[in-house]
C-alpha cells in the first residue's frame, strides 16, 4: 500500500485540531489541514522540515510554498537540475521537483510555528511510513535539529549518537541512509546570517556529490 498523508480532519492532536479550527473561521480560503508531501514517492532525496507555516504551506497545501523557506530552497534546487519550470509561490504553478521529494516533521501548522514534543512523536508515524515507502531512498536532509531528532527517532536512532550540525553527514547504517544536516531555510536565518543562500547552496551541491557516489 503506498503512503498516504494524514486526512483533512485528522484527529490525533488535540491542540492543532483547535488551531486549525480557528485557522478555518479566520482564513476559510486556506488549506487548513494536514499538508501533503510534495513530490515524487520514487525519490532517492526526501528533504523534511519542521512544520508547514500559517500563510505559506497552511495555506497553499504544499510544502514550503508561499513563504521565505520555499523562496530559497526551490530556486537553488531548480539550479542544481533537481527542480523544473517555474516556483510562483503557488500549488499549480506547474513547479515540478525531480528525484527529490519534500515533507515536513508535523503536517499541521502549530501555533506560534512551535510543535510539541508529543505533537512531533504523534506525527512520527506517518514519517516513518512515508520512508518505508520510499523504496529508493538515498538520502535525507534534515532542515534543522527538530527534523533531524524526528528522523533519527523514527528510525530508531540515539540521538546522542549522531549530533546535529549544519553540514555534518550521518551514515545511517541499519538502513543504508545517509542523513545530511541543514540550518533550515528559515527567514531568521537568512536575516540572521546563521545560513547564507552560499552556505545552502552548497548543502544541495554535496547531495548531487553524494547521489553521483552511491548510484556509481
Known amino acids: 500500500m503506498s503512503f498516504e498523508c494524514p486526512g483533512r480532519d485528522c484527529p490525533n492532536c488535540p491542540r492543532l485540531v483547535e488551531f ?3 485557522n478555518r473561521l479566520k482564513f476559510p480560503t486556506y488549506f487548513n489541514g494536514p499538508v501533503p508531501s510534495f513530490g ?9 522540515g519542521l512544520a508547514p507555516g500559517l500563510n505559506g504551506a497552511n495555506q497553499t497545501a504544499r510544502p514550503f510554498t508561499n513563504d521565505y523557506a520555499g523562496d530559497v530552497l526551490y530556486p537553488i534546487l531548480k539550479k542544481h537540475g533537481l527542480a523544473k519550470g517555474d516556483y510562483q509561490k503557488r500549488k499549480d504553478d506547474g513547479f515540478e521537483l ?3 521529494r519534500v515533507t515536513n516533521s508535523v503536517r499541521c501548522v502549530p501555533p506560534e510555528n512551535k510543535p510539541t514534543g508529543d505533537e512531533i512523536k504523534t506525527c512520527g508515524h506517518f514519517l516513518i511510513d512515508e ?34 550540525q549544519h ?50
Open 98 to 100: 525531480i528525484n527529490v
Open 167 to 216: 553540514g555534518a553527514l550521518h551514515c545511517l547504517d541499519k538502513h543504508n541512509l545517509l542523513l545530511l544536516d541543514s540550518y533550515h531555510t528559515s527567514r531568521y536565518n537568512i536575516n540572521t546570517g546563521v545560513l547564507t543562500y552560499e552556505m545552502f547552496d552548497n548543502i544541495i551541491l554535496k547531495i548531487k556529490e553524494l547521489l553521483n557516489k552511491v548510484n556509481k
Open 20 to 22: 486549525r479550527e480557528q
Open 40 to 48: 515524487p514517492i520514487e525519490a532517492e532525496v526526501l528533504i523534511v
Open 131 to 164: 520512508l518505508n515507502d520510499m523504496k529508493k531512498l538515498k538520502i535525507i536532509l534534515s532542515l534543522g535539529g527538530i527534523s533531524h531528532n524526528a528522523v533519527l527517532s523514527v528510525l530508531g536512532y540515539k540521538k546522542s549518537a549522531f549530533k546535529f
